[in-house]
Every structure is written in C-alpha cells, then in structure tokens.
C-alpha cells in the first residue's frame, strides 16, 4: 500500500472537494491509503457524505490553516500544526510515500525544501507540470518556484525533467528544449544564451534547441525548460486560452437549430477531444528533487484534479524517481571531478 497525505484545508474548495478527491482516489484504486491532514471535526462531516472503504482514508488532526495570503517563512515556522505543515513532516519522517496540496504555493514551496529537503545535490527545486499537446502531454519545467534562476539550475531542470518523462509518463528519450523567441542558437536574453551552450553538451538529455511558444501546443518537445516567471505565464496563458476557446465553441454550437442539431451529433467526439485538453486529469505539478514527493495542485482544484494528484504519487513511487534523480546527479558530479 502506498500513503499518500492530503492537504485537506488547502485550495478554494477546500474541504469539500479535496475530500471527495480522496474518496474518488480510493475508490479507484484499492492500493493506496490517503492520510488526510486537517481539522479532524471538519474532515469527518465531509468523509461522512460519501462511502468508500473506511481503511483506506485515515484523518491526521492538524488544529491550524495557513491562509494563502500569509507570509510562506513565517507561515511554515509559526504554525506548526497546520495541515501543511503536518503532511510534510508525514513525508519527512517516512510516515506517508508523498503529500498534496492544493493550498499556499508560496508555503508549499518553503515548506518542500525546509522540512522535506532537497536531494544532495540539487541546487534549486522547480515545480513541473504536464500539460495537454496535440501528441500527448509535455513537461513544463519551471512553472512557478524559481523566478531567478541561473543557467546551472535550468540544466539540472532539464535533467529531472527528462527522467520524469521517461519513468513516469514512458517517453524514451524524451526531447528537451529551452523556451526562447526564435529558433536561432544566438537569439535570446541573457539567461537563455548562457543556457543553450550547457544543455547542448550535457550528457543524458536529448536536447533539440530552442521552441518557441507556439509550438509547445503541438508538441514541439517532451520536456519544455524555462525559468518560473515565463513557465507560469506560459502555463496561465494555456489555461486561458484553453477555457476561452471551450466557451466560445459552447456558445458557437447554441446559435442556432442547425448549429444545436450538428452539437448533438458532433457532441462525443467534441467531449472526447475536449478531455484530451483538460489539463486537471494529469494532476499536479510535483517539486522534482526533494528528498521525498509533494505535488502541488490549482488553488482552485476540483475533485477530479486532487483525485489525479493523488494516483500521479503511485508512478512517482513505484519508478523511483527521486533515486533516479540522486543517482544522474551522483553521476554528474563524478564526472566533473574527473575533468578537474
């Protein structure tokens, strides 16, 4: 059995649907157990609206919330029995194989590498999602933990983020490529310029240049390496467009009878094709390179996103990611010892 710990207080819709997420999760799978972290009171009148198996979701008390509007530093150290806090120390003792969170970005990403820990190593954790494609699904790496990132950061993401796609969603050599506003090798700010020359002659990562925005829609590369700032208006930006472009076509199809006519018959094929795009059923974002797994979920999760966050954890644990990430980064080091 895998346990994974659940922010129940985090998010939007927190506790509602964060509790039916679990249940949801539990319900699919009978191979994991949910520790949900919260106001044991508050838990319980949520868990007692539904059925599912009573000894696979267990209540962790945790008398306090961090509210997303709070300092993360001072959040993290002061309250100390926040569900937060309390779900990562789960994870930092060994008491649960990951934690997710739909609650503070900010605390979730303090709270990562303060209490879980960064694999030795590793010199920035940066959170990565997948996001639909006309092919599948791509990484996106950072999206939103590290605003000033240094070239070196952005090649170790490139190299966590490759072994995720490979062990985790199954891509074999997973195409890498830095995010930059034209495909030349000397266009770019600063930050891309230093990058490119170091992903180019880094061992391990099947790196295929630059890509430009328009491009990572249809798949231009598996694992797309940019720092947080542009990751999280690219990401921002997907959502968007992605929800405009569903609405307009909603609205487009009611105009008329005939319009309403060809909705019912198109209506499968759009919903299948719509699904494909919906980027809450790939889950959360997971903060590669900790020493154990959090995966930060929307704000505004629904079920259906927590659900996803929680069996992503299962992949997560079973590839044993976090080794693979130890053992490239053990390789590397060894490898510029030996040239020194």
């Known amino acids: 059995m895998i346990k994974i710990a659940v922010d129940a207080m985090g998010g939007d819709n927190a506790p509602y649907e964060i509790v039916k997420g679990a ?21 319980k009148r ?9 000894e696979q979701i267990e209540i962790v008390n945790a008398s306090e919330v961090i509210e997303t509007g709070e300092p993360p530093v001072n959040a993290i150290r002061k309250k100390k029995d926040s569900s937060i806090v309390v779900g990562m120390n789960m994870v930092k003792k060994g ?18 590498q303060v209490l879980v820990g ?7 954790p940066p959170l990565a999602p997948l996001i639909p494609t006309e092919k599948g699904v791509s990484l996106l790496i950072d999206c939103g933990a ?22 985790v969603v199954g891509i074999r050599n997973p195409r890498v490529a830095i995010v930059n506003i034209g495909a030349e090798e000397e266009k770019g700010n600063t930050l891309v310029k230093e990058t ?11 790196f295929i240049g630059s890509i430009e925005a328009r491009e990572i829609p249809h798949g231009g590369a598996d694992v797309i390496v940019c720092e947080a700032f542009v990751g999280n208006v690219i990401l921002k930006l997907y959502e968007g467009v992605g929800a405009t472009m569903l609405s307009m076509v909603k609205k487009g199809l009611m105009t ?18 719509m699904k494909s795009f919906d980027a809450s059923q790939y889950g959360g974002a997971p903060l590669l390179g900790l020493k154990g797994l959090v995966v930060k979920t929307h704000g505004n999760s629904t079920a259906t996103e927590v659900k996803n966050s929680i069996i992503q954890c299962i992949s997560f644990k079973e590839q044993a990611i976090n080794e693979k990430i130890s053992e490239c980064l053990a390789v590397k080091e060894n490898i510029n010892h030996q040239a020194e």
């Open 256 to 273: 008329s009878l005939r319009s309403k006519i060809g909705a019912l018959l198109i209506k499968p094929a759009l919903k299948e094709t």
């Open 46 to 54: 949520e868990l007692d609206k539904h059925t599912y198996n009573k």
């Open 23 to 43: 249940v949801e999760a539990v319900n699919e799978r009978k191979d994991i157990t949910v520790c949900l972290t919260g106001q044991e009171d508050v838990i």
């Open 118 to 124: 960064r694999i030795k190593g590793v010199e920035r």
């Open 146 to 167: 590290n605003v000033d990132a240094r070239p070196s950061h952005l090649v170790q993401f490139a190299q966590m983020g490759s072994i995720y796609m490979e062990h």
């Open 196 to 206: 490119f020359p170091l992903l180019k002659a880094c061992p391990g990562i099947n």
């Open 95 to 112: 008491e649960a194989d990951g934690f997710v969170s739909a609650g503070s970005s900010g605390a979730v990403l303090v709270g990562g």
